[in-house]
């Protein structure tokens, strides 16, 4: 079974996020087909989570969730991943209850 491409999995994402009355935005258009995804969360002021995909024994893509929560911190990991990978998307969600909106398997550090 083939990868679904980057876009079309964001904007499932997306609908997911806004129909569960969050804002979701995308904040550096990468790769339309293969582009990284970085999802940052926000829930409060200065408050925020990132989280990265990776792959796990078996080749399916889980989501890890980076460390930091300042808002800041994740930001200047996001511009440094960019600059590392051009192809790389980026979207931030914002919902008060601070809900990710990933389907797939989510470990946090």
Known sequence: MSALKSKFWLDALI???????????????????????????VSGSQLAHLYVPSRDDQGE?????????????LDAYCH?????DPD????EIEDRQGRHFLTEPVENP
């Open 15 to 41: 609908r997911r996020a806004e129909s569960a009355f969050a804002s979701a935005y995308v904040i550096r258009r990468g790769d339309e087909d293969a582009g990284a995804i970085l999802v940052k969360v």
């Open 61 to 73: 893509r889980i989501w890890t969730r980076r460390p930091e929560t300042d808002e800041a911190s």
């Open 80 to 84: 440094k991943r960019a600059d590392q």
């Open 88 to 91: 790389i998307w980026i979207v």
